[in-house]
Structures are given as C-alpha cells and as structure tokens.
C-alpha cells in the first residue's frame, strides 16, 4: 500500500486532473477552445511520457538508495508539468498561426507579437534541451570503462576548465583514467577541497592507500552533508588502511558507513569483532556476507537474538563449511540478550527483569564450588550487558540504565563492564566512573578488566590507568588483568603500554629464575 502511494497514486491523481481540465475546456464557447484544448491534450501526453519515462529509470536503477526518489518525484512531477504546459502551449500556438497563414484567412486565434514569445519559449527550451542532452553523453562517457583513456584525460581537462562537476564525479570512480589524469585529478580536488569529487576519488579501487588516507584527513571532521558520501565510500574501499576502517566503524550515529566497513573484506579481524556486537541489526547482518569474518565470530552470530541476522548467519556458515558446528539456539541467551535491548531503548522494566533472572540463576548456585554454573551464569549476565554497555556509548537511555543498574549489588559485577564497553564507545562519563572507581565502590579487578575496552580502543588515560596498576608493587593480584588490557593498546602501537609490557615479563622471568 506504502509502494502504491508513492509510486502511482499521486501521478493517477495528476493525470486525471488534466483529462478532466481538458474535458472543461472542451465545453467552453469560446474561439480559443481549439488552441486550449490541443495544449492541454498535448500536456498530458508529455507528462505521461515523462513519468513513464522516471518510473522506468527508477525500477531499473542499481543504486541502493534509489527508492528515496519516490519521495521526491510527485514535485519534479509538478515542475515538469508546468515546463510541460508551457513547451506545448509555443509548439500549439506556432502550428495554429501557421495554419492560418497557410490558409490565408484573417488571424482569428493568433497574433504576431504572441507568436513572438512562443517562438523565443521554444528556443530557450531547444537550447536547454541540448545542452541537456550533450551534459548526458558527457557524463555517460566519463563513467564507462569503455572510453578510451587518452578521450578520458580530455574529458577531463575540458571539466577541471568550465569546472563541470558532474562529470568530474564520474572520472573519478573510473578505474579506466590513467594514472598521471588521475593524480591530477586527485591533486586539484584535494587543494580545492571538492568534497562530492573527494567521495568518488574514494571510491576510486586505484587510490593508493596513502592518497585514502589524505582524503580521510580532509573530511574526518566535516559535517554529515559534506563527508557522508566519502566516509562511505573509503568503507568500501579495499585499499583503505586499516586503522581508517577502526575510525570509520567507531561513527556510532552513522549505520551506513558502519555497515560498509562490515562489508569489506580488507577489514581487519579486531575490527570485524567490535562490529558483530554493533547495536545495529543490519550491521550485523551485513557483517555475516563478510568472507574474512572469522569462523567463530560466525558461528557466535547464529545465536543473535534478532531472526534476520540468525538466518544470515546460518546460511553463510553453512556455505563456507560450517555446518557441523552449528550450535541449538539457546533460549536463554537470546532472552537476556532481548532484555539487554529492551534496556537499551529505555524499558526499565526489562533492567528489573534480568534482575528476576539474575535471582533464579544464583538461587542454588554453589559460588565455592560450583564453578561451570557461575561462569554459564556469567555468560548469560554478559550477554544483555555488553548490548546495554555497547549502546550507552552514545545513547543516553542506554546508559541510564547502566546506573541504575550499577547501583544494584545483584548487578553491579556485570554493570563495571558494560560501563568499559560504553567508555570505548565514546562516553566520557562511563570513562570518568571507572577512574574513580572508588566512589562507587566498585572493587579494582572488575575495573582494570572493563577499562581493557577503552584501552583496545587506544585510549590513553585507561592505558595510563592500566599501567599504574600492572608496576604497582602493592597490586602484585592484579598484574595478570592490567597486563590482560594493555595488549591490545600496545598491538595498536601504543609504546608505553609496549613498554610497560616488556618490563612487566622481563620481571616475571626474573622471578621464575629467582624461584628456582
């Protein structure tokens, strides 16, 4: 119903309007019914044509985002209905005194000082037409891989002199403009800071990764309107360098660019793991298609609590061979994690739920002894958690929750590390708890192990943390955790956290051999 209000109603509503203008006019008594009545007739035939003509353009398009012209099109409809009404209106009113003058009877229905004016309208129109037309070969010309490059570098130095932009968007994409064209191209739209040339270039697959960097430099920190289209174009390109992809997906308020960067399969595996638990259902999707997904992280997303994901999923690890590790769904942990994303949206109700839960895993729990129930009881804990935790990066209903259930002693163990999750996402308030850690009261392991999170992320002031813990002398218990953290800072490139990590296991090995 949807489709057919957007696609058909409003041009049928349109067109009957013109039948029936048109069978008004017929009724009238007046000299000029012919001259009015063939406009109208002729109108309607153009806008026909015309929305025949953008309906078939529409279906056949392979752009993913064409469907969003459906909203626009009912008002280019209305332009070209009025452009419509004026073509046809000069083209009737020439034909009618020509008839006339080739009858040679008085003018009854036109006049030379009209016909003046209708005569100019189809010019102007003829001229606007062609010019149309000729930008169109241009630009079909300079998006085929066909055109030959020397016929491309022309192209392309006749667009960079009237400064045609459209047609620069196309050479850019082109993977068939030759390299000295291409670095000239590249060079002019970086001084001049094209963006919408800078989004094709970024999609271009012969960027070096050096020149996918420098344009990543440009637009990082431009507004949505300006750097959308090049973020995603540098998250499907396969040249990217990886930390740009890191960046790229940490974009939390834009799914898109996020979902490229699942999409591609140059991203790396460390990346691909922070996407499989994105807050966003397509990203996760999407992430299944992916070929350099690892198998475990694959497998991980079979048990996703949303259907569609589960189903793409399932149907990917049996393509690539899977099929024997498939896991039964587990009810209960696609439960929690529903509650996890109940919490997330704001439904406080669902954070008193897994209270609920947390009372009936740990009812009869041994927590001495029974150590494979405590940790699947973890793991179930976890599991809406790390939803909640990964929200409240940028969602404020996200980690209201989290506070409160901070404040819970039930649920403050798994709480301590959603609030790292969330500190790697990018709360500033979550990072500041975990610091402080001793105003809530949360005890230092749990917080040297959530604050691992931010520390992946690069992020200096828990790498800082980190390290004072592992060469404290009087936290000897803890040094195994911080030194857990600081390995993926220092994978990252991090020289402290590398450092202190090779003073860390130089001083162990001098233990073991003071030991024996």
């Known amino acids: 119903m949807a489709f057919f209000i957007l696609a058909v109603l409003p041009y049928v509503l349109l067109l009957a309007a013109l039948v029936a203008l048109t069978v008004w006019v017929a009724r009238w008594r007046t000299?000029?019914?012919?001259?009015?009545?063939?406009?109208?007739?002729?109108?309607?035939?153009?806008?026909?044509?015309?929305?025949?003509?953008?309906?078939?353009?529409?279906?056949?398009?392979?752009?993913?985002?064409?469907?969003?012209?459906?909203?626009?099109?009912?008002?280019?409809?209305?332009?070209?209905?009025?452009?419509?009404?004026?073509?046809?209106?000069?083209?009737?009113?020439?034909?009618?005194?020509?008839?006339?003058?080739?009858?040679?009877?008085?003018?009854q229905l036109t006049r030379l000082p009209l016909l003046a004016v209708a005569v100019f309208l189809l010019t102007v129109s003829g001229w606007v037409a062609s010019r149309h037309l000729h930008q169109q070969r241009l630009v079909k010309l300079a998006a085929s891989p066909q055109t030959p490059a020397g016929e491309l570098s022309r192209l392309q130095s006749r667009a960079l002199t009237v400064k045609n932009t459209r047609v620069l968007e196309q050479l850019a994409a082109n993977p068939a403009l030759a390299d000295a064209a291409l670095a000239e191209l590249f060079k002019g739209m970086v001084s001049g800071n094209n963006f919408k040339v800078l989004g094709k270039l970024a999609a271009n697959p012969r960027l070096s990764a050096t020149e996918l960097t420098r344009i990543y430099e440009l637009v990082k920190n431009q507004t949505q309107i300006n750097g959308y289209a090049t973020w995603r174009e540098l998250a499907r390109n396969r040249n990217t360098p990886p930390e740009i992809l890191q960046a790229l997906a940490g974009m939390k308020k834009n799914n898109f660019v996020r979902l490229c960067v699942a999409e591609n399969s140059s991203t790396p595996s460390a990346t691909l793991a922070q996407l499989a638990v994105d807050h966003d259902d397509q990203v996760r999707t999407w992430l299944t298609t992916n070929p350099s997904l690892p198998a475990e992280q694959l497998l991980a997303l079979t048990q996703d609590p949303v259907a569609t994901v589960r189903q793409y999923a399932e149907s990917h690890a049996k393509q690539r061979g899977l099929s024997g590790l498939l896991a039964p769904l587990d009810p209960a942990m696609l439960?929690?994690?529903?509650?996890?994303?109940?919490?997330?949206?704001?439904?406080?109700?669902?954070?008193?739920?897994?209270?609920?839960?947390?009372?009936?895993?740990?009812?009869?729990?041994?927590?001495?002894?029974?150590r494979q129930r405590r940790r699947a009881n973890l793991q179930l804990m976890r599991a809406a958690f790390d939803i909640i935790g990964d929200a409240a990066g940028d969602r404020p209903s996200a980690f209201t929750a989290l506070q409160r259930a901070a404040r819970e002693p039930d649920l403050r163990g798994a709480a301590t590390y959603a609030y790292g999750r969330a500190a790697a996402g990018g709360n500033r308030a979550a990072l500041d708890a975990l610091l402080h850690?001793?105003?809530?009261?949360?005890?230092?392991?749990?917080?040297?192990?959530?604050?691992?999170?931010?520390?992946?992320?690069?992020?200096?002031?828990?790498?800082?943390?980190?390290?004072?813990?592992?060469?404290?002398?009087?936290?000897?218990?803890?040094?195994?955790?911080?030194?857990n953290g600081l390995r993926g800072a220092a994978k990252l490139g991090n020289e402290r956290a590398s450092r202190a990590l090779a003073e860390h296991d130089q001083k162990v090995l001098a233990e073991i051999k003071n030991r024996q």
């Open 335 to 370: 439960k929690m994690q529903e509650l996890g994303r109940r919490a997330a949206d704001g439904d406080l109700g669902a954070l008193d739920e897994i209270h609920a839960q947390y009372k009936i895993l740990y009812a009869d729990v041994d927590r001495k002894n029974d």
């Open 437 to 483: 850690y001793e105003q809530h009261g949360w005890p230092l392991s749990s917080v040297c192990g959530a604050l691992q999170y931010p520390a992946d992320r690069g992020n200096a002031e828990a790498v800082d943390f980190l390290i004072a813990v592992l060469q404290d002398p009087n936290r000897r218990a803890l040094r195994v955790t911080a030194a």
């Open 31 to 107: 000299p000029f019914r012919p001259l009015l009545v063939t406009t109208l007739i002729l109108t309607t035939l153009l806008v026909t044509g015309f929305v025949a003509w953008a309906q078939h353009n529409l279906l056949t398009s392979k752009s993913s985002t064409a469907a969003i012209a459906y909203i626009f099109l009912p008002f280019y409809t209305l332009e070209a209905t009025a452009i419509c009404a004026g073509v046809a209106g000069a083209l009737v009113y020439v034909v009618f005194f020509a008839v006339e003058k080739i009858r040679r009877a008085e003018p």
